[in-house]
């Protein structure tokens, strides 16, 4: 259990509320050698949340890390976490994710045998229930279990690696949730993950997402500060 979990995300809800849309940098590209000193240096530049991409190397081609990673962030980091699970059977891992420090513990719909099961799980554990789909999975399958869950992650790459090409297909994607959201007065958050840039963002913004995960276009620029007010203020603008 992380009773806290829903906490800590309750005071970034309402910042996104007030203020729209919020820029979450992947870890994936930064410079693992010195951990903790990147998640300081990423909440200095104004970081409200992190995101953390766990592939296992059979979900998706690459390996990156697992729990041992996720605790030593928790404990550099003082903003919310949101752990991406790309990983097969992530429903035997998420007790243990949660009790690491997830704030949000997005899970893929693709990989999931029981997914109204798995997201009642998770929320039961404490952390926000996020359910993400790959760019060739169509909204309608994720629409039975959004009354299930806290979130979506429209992924606008295929997931697997940092630093690929925005595909516009998330834009059709996060419009047609955001409009199932208004129709339903549902209270799920819209995220999207995957080349996000100065060029994506206002129009991913514009298309409802609030949750926006940068990588690339955060850890490989030589100012984290001016590339995340950057990225923040493209999207509220546009939002
Ligand atoms: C891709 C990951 C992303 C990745 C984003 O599988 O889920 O979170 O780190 O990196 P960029 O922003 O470079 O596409
Ligand atoms: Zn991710």
């Known amino acids: 259990m992380n009773p806290s979990a829903g906490h800590a995300f309750d005071q970034l809800a309402t910042r996104v509320e007030n203020h729209g849309p919020v820029v979450l940098p992947a870890l994936l590209l930064c410079d693992f050698g010195h951990l903790a000193r990147e998640v300081e240096r990423l909440e200095e530049a104004g970081a409200l949340a992190l995101h953390l991409d766990i592939m296992d190397g059979r979900f998706v081609p690459q390996l990156t890390y697992g729990l041992i990673v996720v605790e030593a962030v928790r404990r550099a980091a003082k903003v919310p976490l949101e752990v991406h699970l790309m990983i097969e059977e992530p429903e035997r891992s998420i007790a243990d994710y949660a009790k690491a420090g997830a704030d949000i513990l997005t899970v893929h719909l693709e990989g999931l045998a029981d997914p109204r099961g798995t997201l009642e799980a ?107 007010s950057e990225l923040e203020q493209l999207a509220r603008n546009a939002a």
């Open 122 to 228: 998770i929320a039961a554990l404490g952390p926000k229930a996020h359910l993400a789909i790959s760019p060739n999975t169509p909204v309608e399958r994720a629409v039975p279990y959004l009354e299930y869950c806290d979130g979506v992650l429209v992924m606008s790459v295929e997931p697997g690696y940092g630093g690929q090409r925005f595909n516009p297909v998330a834009l059709e994607k996060l419009a047609e949730l955001a409009d199932i959201r208004s129709r339903r007065g549902a209270g799920f958050h819209l995220g999207v993950d995957g080349g996000i840039s100065t060029e994506t963002i206002g129009p991913v913004a514009a298309a409802g997402a609030e949750l926006i995960v940068a990588g690339s276009a955060v850890i490989r620029s030589q100012n984290y500060a001016h590339a995340i």
